[in-house]
């Protein structure tokens, strides 16, 4: 029996990859947080909330703490992401992104001591490819020798919050560090 299961670990080991396909993506990036405050692991925390993000092809995903003793409150339909030449594209999360509310997106709340993970992605980077099959373009070009021109770019995702009643835009600024040439597998 043991053997048995050591085999097909071996052979999932070597044709487990044979299967994979390889990504569209000619390149990856890296980042790093330097507004409102420098932050290499992309994370903020003023007392008031907590939030740390992580930034994907498509969209920048985030971890936000609430850490008032009210419900604080993100509004979508004035968050913006900052493209790389400082233009503003609206922006939608989890709950409308993939639907007709995308350009309109219901605030969403975190109630006192509580944790919300989401997603932000430009509402002009969705296609809708047929009924229930949608697609979401990513966030900067990852395809041609020209993706190497992001290094040293900034860009940005503005999210207005009510916080303790008071209505802020955290302004969040990212930094592409590198980008590098990648074969990466799905």
């Known amino acids: 029996m043991k053997k048995d299961i050591a085999a097909?670990?071996?052979?999932?080991?070597?044709?487990?990859?044979?299967?994979?396909?390889?990504?569209?993506y000619k390149y990856i990036q890296t980042y790093t947080m330097i507004e409102p405050a420098p932050s290499a692991d992309k994370s903020y925390d003023d007392g008031k909330i907590a939030i740390r993000f992580h930034i994907a092809e498509k969209r920048?995903?985030?971890?936000l703490t609430n850490k008032t003793q009210e419900p604080v409150a993100l509004n979508w339909s004035e968050a913006a992401?900052?493209?790389?030449?400082?233009?503003?594209?609206?922006?939608?999360?989890?709950d409308a992104?993939?639907?007709h509310r995308r350009s309109k997106p219901v605030p969403t709340e975190t109630a006192p001591g509580k944790e919300e993970t989401d997603f932000a992605a430009p509402v002009k980077n969705v296609e809708r490819l047929e009924d229930w099959s949608w697609y979401l373009t990513p966030l900067f070009n990852l395809t041609d020798e020209k993706a190497v021109?992001?290094?040293?770019?900034?860009?940005?995702?503005?999210?207005?919050?009510?916080?303790?009643?008071?209505?802020?835009?955290?302004?969040f600024r990212f930094?592409?560090?590198?980008?590098?040439?990648?074969?990466?597998r799905v």
């Open 97 to 99: 992104i993939f639907t």
């Open 81 to 94: 992401f900052v493209q790389l030449d400082g233009s503003r594209l609206p922006v939608a999360g989890t």
């Open 8 to 24: 097909a670990i071996v052979a999932l080991a070597i044709i487990g990859p044979a299967c994979a396909d390889f990504s569209p």
């Open 60 to 63: 920048i995903f985030f971890h």
């Open 149 to 171: 021109e992001n290094r040293g770019k900034i860009f940005g995702l503005d999210m207005p919050i009510r916080v303790e009643g008071e209505w802020k835009v955290y302004q």
């Open 175 to 184: 930094k592409i560090l590198n980008v590098v040439p990648t074969n990466q």
